[in-house]
């Protein structure tokens, strides 16, 4: 067990793997096959049917007996959102992450409330998350940028880097020593893949061009990997995200941490602040103390985790009503059943 501590093993972990298996990480999941990191090297499992249902994610520990993954250990960690399309269930991007690195360009205006989400969903995952604003290159005043970017991320480091240049590289490796493993979150076209190759070193991710009519990138990564970093820490690179759909409302209020403070201090418990008498959120808005455009983020995020929340238990409901359908239709179908 100790030699898979490089690979982010907590020695408290080993009550979790049943007797006689081995403990393995999930580097990438392909249809069919995992590619795994073990104690012995890399090797590509087959997960089993029942594995195959939960859903194993990069990052994720599995139990694996020979060459079959047979349980997942339970996650410390997750960074989740909801899939796309009509039935919103939740999906795990990565698991078990100590940094999760919000990443956007510089070069252009701050996509303030697109970081703010970001935040909300990394400060739900359980993990610390850090914003990693990329192309410094391509910025006329980065430290004006920054400072913009802090005072909105109460709470949150925020690094500059160009990966052109290797201006701020060493403190994103700081972020991520033996052992310790990072994920790279945000849209396509802000440089996450140029920002793995610096850290890597090489050329393991591919890179493209930003279309300049609209400064919207392409996905040039189309897997989420896991790649062990030189200076001994690990890191996820997943594809550019279109949308980022909140899975519940557990990091809205850490992200907005002011806007949850200011309305805990309305007259009314059920404000809606939107003008009630007392309300002490639309006053600090009055004030030019709480920025508008912040408020109106924060109200966004907790309306769409609402929704969500009523979706999953529509789902519920709909999964207790088919698991009783589905016992009654098996009793009838009993052949010596009491008529």
């Known amino acids: 067990m100790t ?3 490089p690979l982010g093993w907590d020695p408290t972990r080993s009550a979790d ?27 590509r499992v087959h997960p ?25 250990l339970p996650r410390r960690t997750a960074f989740v959102r909801t899939a796309a399309g009509r039935t919103s269930a939740p999906q795990v991007v990565a698991a078990n992450l100590d940094v999760v690195l919000v990443v956007d360009a510089l070069g252009g205006p701050a996509r303030l409330r697109r970081i703010e989400r970001y935040l909300a969903v990394a400060w739900g995952s359980g993990a610390t998350p850090v914003v990693v604003l990329t192309k410094a290159d391509l910025c006329a005043d980065v430290p004006a940028a920054v400072a913009e970017v802090t005072d909105a991320v109460l709470g949150v480091e925020v690094l500059a880097v160009s990966s052109v240049t290797g201006a701020g590289i060493a403190a994103v490796e700081a972020l991520l020593p033996p052992g310790r493993t990072g994920a790279l979150v ?14 890597l070193g090489e050329v393991a991710a591919a890179t493209g061009e930003v279309r300049e009519a609209d400064r919207r ?22 594809p550019g995200m279109r949308e980022l759909g909140l899975a519940d409302d557990e990091g809205i209020d850490t992200a907005y941490a002011d806007v949850a403070e200011l309305a ?13 008498p007392g309300c002490a959120v639309t006053a600090a808005v009055d004030a030019g103390a709480l920025d508008a455009g912040r408020l109106r983020g924060w109200r966004k995020l907790q309306a769409e ?16 009503h088919a698991r009783v359908r589905s016992l009654h239709r098996a009793m009838r179908a009993q052949p010596n059943r009491p008529r």
Not at 186 to 193: A, F, I
Not at 264 to 276: L, P
């Open 264 to 276: 805990g201090a309305c007259r009314f418990r059920d404000c809606a602040h939107g003008g009630e």
């Open 186 to 199: 945000g849209p396509s076209g802000v440089g996450k893949s140029s920002l793995v190759n610096a850290l």
């Open 3 to 5: 030699d898979l501590a």
């Open 217 to 238: 990138g392409r996905h040039t990564t189309t897997a989420r990997e896991l790649h062990r970093l030189t200076g001994g820490g690990l890191l996820v690179d997943t």
């Open 17 to 43: 793997v049943p007797p006689g298996r081995e403990p393995a990480r999930v580097a990438r999941v392909d249809r069919g096959l995992l590619t795994v990191l073990t104690a012995g090297g890399e090797r």
């Open 48 to 72: 089993s049917s029942g594995l195959r249902e939960e859903g194993p994610a990069v990052g994720d520990w599995v139990a694996l007996r020979g060459d079959l993954a047979v349980a997942l």
């Open 305 to 320: 985790a609402h929704r969500q929340a009523l979706r999953s238990d529509a789902r519920a409901r709909a999964a207790e």
